[in-house]
DNA sequence: TAGATTGTTAATCGATTAACAATC
DNA sequence: TAGATTGTTAATCGATTAACAATC
């Protein structure tokens, strides 16, 4: 049903959609048309259509879409089904609270180890997990080829290193929380959160206004 | 120097010139032009160029830009020395981390209290915080009224009825970790971070490969 | 001055919106 | 059937890239 690559803009609009027919899904809603859910998200109903024609024709005309029907269709194009192991490599602050995140598993990742460099955190316990040494990173992935996944909570300085060791031990995606631009080849998947980024963005609105 | 409003596309990318002209001061180089802007940053010189000029010219026609001259005028564009007083609600783990992250001070944003609703919380230290019980809030809000910024690490379902009663008390800016579309009046500028929304975009681009 | 690189206008490309025929 | 709403094509809008005159 794909026809040529979907550009990121409607990538990134599709967990939007995702979140909002979990939502309808629970309130035990039955079908939604383009114009109800553009009310919602606030994306036009033609955007909406076009966006998820990219995928299939998924709806019924003179009917709208069925509520469970949209939402296997997008639990799919998303791959929530497929379960991904992940390791998390810098088990600080951060690396923890990520751990333990809910949003996490229910997206289709699942932490199977986490490593950090600290002696005093290395073999200590974060939620079901015993921390090791990052020296060992080399020998668990080829111990566990099923690992596919890799988080960074890793400060700075030591990230892009890091991934260029995760790269040359075959990982194939990085969700990076370090505020570094991580060079990875053709083929892996950086997804980065860029918390200044973010903060800075909101800075420059704020001042806006005052301006 | 500006022009009319400029795209939030354009805003969504100065931060990241701003990255790069640090590390550019920090290791001391003097000018940089355009094109080598663009080797670091992956987007075009022309639009590096388009994007700068947005808000003014500040290079110099056969020379390029002069790396503190252009590292300043982003620090006043995006507002970096206005300090804005900012609470925090939701002391929990996540907020805990937000709280002592580095960035922010350097963003130009300064805690001024943390707030949380579970008795087991309030009255604990926080950096150096101590926790208020988030009724507390319109009262503190209404003697500290230079606090403009609040930031939200509450579960999803209460992020909705504290963002009203934030708007309520007169916040300027809400910086939103909660899964949730908070609703707010214009003027009041939401930036939102998504962790699930990027978890399953990356979900979705591992997914892609082996289809 | 000659060479380099900006600032800016014009051309292109891609994304969004509008419109409507197809059809449930 | 008549009414509603999709799927899809065409029109519009905005963002990116290319080109080049201005000028340091």
Redesign the interface.
């Known amino acids: 049903m ?1 026809k040529g690559k979907v550009s990121e803009t409607v ?2 609009r ?3 959609y ?2 909002y027919l979990i939502e309808l899904d629970d309130r035990g809603e039955d079908r939604i048309s383009s114009q109800e859910l553009s009310e919602l998200t606030g994306f036009t109903a033609s955007q909406i259509r076009q966006d998820l024609n990219n995928f299939g024709g998924f709806g019924q005309q003179g009917y709208g879409y069925k509520v469970a029907v949209l939402k296997a269709e997008l639990e799919n ?4 089904p ?1 379960i ?1 192991k992940t390791i998390l490599i810098g088990a600080g ?2 690396g ?2 990520i751990c ?2 809910k ?2 598993l ?4 699942e932490i199977v180890a986490m490593f950090d460099r600290d002696e005093r955190v290395i073999g200590s316990t974060v939620g079901n997990q015993v921390v090791r040494s990052v020296d060992e990173l080399e020998q668990f992935m080829k111990d566990h080829e099923e690992v ?2 890799a988080i960074l909570t890793v400060p700075k300085e030591g990230a892009q290193a890091i991934a260029d060791r995760l790269v040359e031990a075959g990982i ?2 990085i ?1 990076n929380f370090a ?1 570094e ?1 991580l060079e990875a080849p053709e ?1 892996v ?1 950086v ?1 980065n ?19």
């Open positions: 794909r990538i990134r599709l967990p939007k995702y979140r194009i998303l791959g929530i497929t991904y602050r951060l923890t609270v333990n995140y949003g996490f229910d997206s289709g990742f596919e996944v194939r995606g969700w505020p631009d083929g998947i997804e959160i860029r918390l200044t980024d973010s903060l800075l963005t909101l800075s420059y609105y704020l001042t806006e206004r005052d301006r």
